[in-house]
């Protein structure tokens, strides 16, 4: 019998439905500075926008996926008055729903020929062990990923006190993450850097871990 995902979904078009447009996080200015050229950018559990909505205004194509329903409404409403022809939101639980179904439909007219950039920010210490280790294993099939960006809490964080309260999340290991993008996907890990100081927000500063992988 397959194990049912939880993904609190309720808890996130709650959070979502509150929500306003925000400016970009610091892990999205930071991944700006890699980018060479336009790129097409898959930004998995893209919450309100604000990173993909950023990635677009640099001139890259970006579809932003996310499992409540609520916000990739919101987005694109939003994104229906802009000038940025080159962004669009999709509803995707990873884990559930496949990565290559979602965005197949996506793909002809909308990215460029060419690589594909996964940007993952806080959302794998959002999903269960079960739908992280699904994600792999579809990035590891998709050959046209050539570069995945992941940002997340790991195992210091817990303990901390959280500005957003309680809800669904873990403290994921780094060194475990690297070992499946290596052995299942064939990603090498091309910088890692695990501490505090870089994902502030108010009286909470996390302790994260961000990891760049390329094959």
Not at 71 to 89: C, E, G, M, W
Request: a negative charge.
């Amino acid at each position: 019998m397959t194990k049912q995902i939880n993904y609190d979904q309720d808890y996130w078009n709650r959070f979502y439905a509150k929500q306003i447009g925000l400016s970009p996080s610091q892990f999205a200015a930071l991944i700006a500075t890699e980018f060479d050229g336009r790129c097409n950018i898959l930004d998995v559990g893209c919450g309100n926008g604000r990173d993909a909505d950023f990635f677009a205004s640099l001139g890259h194509n970006v579809l932003g996926l996310d499992g409540s329903q609520i916000v990739v409404a919101a987005n694109q409403l939003r994104i229906n008055d802009t000038p940025h022809k080159n962004i669009s939101y999709s509803t995707c639980r990873v884990g559930l729903d496949t990565l290559t179904d979602v965005t197949s439909s996506q793909v002809d007219g909308f990215f460029d020929d060419g690589d594909l950039v996964i940007y993952s920010r806080f959302f794998l210490h959002a999903i269960p062990p079960e739908a992280e280790m699904k994600m792999i294993e579809e990035l590891a099939k998709m050959a046209n990923v050539k570069k995945v960006y992941f940002e997340y809490r790991c195992g210091d964080d817990e303990g901390e006190p959280k500005f957003f309260g309680e809800h669904y999340r873990r403290f994921v290991r780094p060194s475990q993450v690297s070992k499946a993008m290596q052995k299942i996907g064939s990603f090498s890990l091309g910088y890692e850097y695990i501490g505090r100081g870089v994902a502030k927000y108010r009286s909470e500063d996390a302790h994260v871990c961000r990891q760049f992988f390329e094959r």
